[in-house]
């Protein structure tokens, strides 16, 4: 009952991050393009009367037509909207899953127990858990430390770029020698997503409110507060696309169980943003289509980079493995998970209904079972130890 439940929280949690997460990435590459697609105003009483910019649109049987004031309003409604709660909701709940799947079982989901690090190898399962709690907050503070000192005033933002740039291959590299795979996705992803939900809630609201306050009180805001609220949602805006890409990177073992997977995964980054640029761009009335060419170049190197060799697997092996050798295997390496009922504490049911139970359900799964083997995507961070040579039996099998 007790795995039911942290089963059905994890299915409620995943509904819910994935509601918020849409909701908050929807608004924002929404008030981007709002931002970027604003015109100077073509009538005089709106320009007199404070009016940035405005863009008319077509929605929903209807018309827009959305104004942006560089200086306060003649009046300032009380009921003005604001947009935080879902970037809240995305991390919190985002947060609430990473407990539940990852830190209550650090010793399988965490330790990357063949990381070239010994000490990386040999970490038990909390202070798996402590590295992943300080790998993130370590990740905002050197993000925001590199803000703060870079460009403060927002005049140096061409060289922080680039100096994020860099952290995140940083990231990236250390992830991949600290955690296992899939984690390792995973937390570099997360370290964008936090800076990304610290920066509104330390940066874009505060700054917002003390705009308001000032605006209200009948006083000038501190220009720099909008230049910095600026600056941090045009980060978050080119952390979305590779965020949403190495959270959904779980499903696909053979980005993050290559050997250069750290390369791969800043491929994609820097792929995800290059994309995002040529949107933001086209919003601001530029079509550059170098931006998606070199992204879609970045991809297709991330394919090359992550091919499996030509003919590797089972030169080794003479003769195919016999139904014995086979079946001690998926006993040895799988069926602790893989059951109609399940040995390990952290599945009620088998993973994706794969029960190897018999030679007939493990005949029916040959092919998947030779797939997810020859990737090194199973056994689950590897943790039965099974060998390259048990690899190579599996991959040798025919029937």
Known sequence: MQTYLIDFAN???????????????????????????????????????????????????????????????????????????????????????????????????????????????????????????????????????????????????????????????????????????????????????????????????????????????????????????????????????????LMVSNHYSFIYSHELSWVVMVLFIFAGALIRQFFVLMHAGKTQPAYPAVGIGLILLAFWVAAPSPGAGNASISGAPSQAQISGLIDQHCTQCHARQPEHAGFSAPPAGYAFDSWEDILGHQTQIQQVVASRYMPLGNITNMSDDERDIIAAWEE
């Open 11 to 245: 299915l409620l949690l995943r509904w819910l991050h994935v509601i918020a997460a849409i909701a908050w990435i929807g608004e924002s590459i929404y008030f981007v393009m709002l931002d970027n697609g604003l015109r100077t105003p073509k009538a005089a009483e709106d320009r007199e009367k404070g009016v940035f910019g405005e863009m008319w649109a077509v929605h929903g049987g209807g018309f827009y037509h959305n104004q942006k004031y560089a200086t306060a309003p003649a009046k300032l409604p009380n009921d003005l909207h604001w947009s935080f709660w879902k970037a809240y909701t995305t991390w919190l709940s985002g947060f609430a899953l990473f407990v539940i799947l990852y830190m209550a079982n650090p010793g399988f989901y965490l330790v990357n127990p063949n990381s070239s690090w010994a000490w990386a190898a040999s970490m038990t399962g909390w202070q798996a858990n402590l590295l992943a709690l300080a790998f993130l907050l370590g990740g905002w503070v050197v993000y925001n430390e590199l803000c703060k000192r870079i460009s403060p005033n927002m005049d140096r933002d061409g060289l922080l770029s680039v100096a994020v740039a860099v952290m995140m291959i940083v990231v990236a590299y250390l992830s991949t020698q600290m955690f296992a795979g899939r984690a390792a996705f995973l937390l570099t992803g997360a370290v964008m997503a936090t800076a990304m939900s610290a920066n509104v809630f330390f940066w874009i609201i505060p700054g917002q409110r003390r705009m308001v306050k000032a605006m209200k009180a009948g006083e000038t805001p501190n220009p720099l507060d909008g230049k910095r609220g600026k600056q941090r949602s045009v980060h978050n805006t080119y952390f979305t696309l590779p965020v949403v890409l």
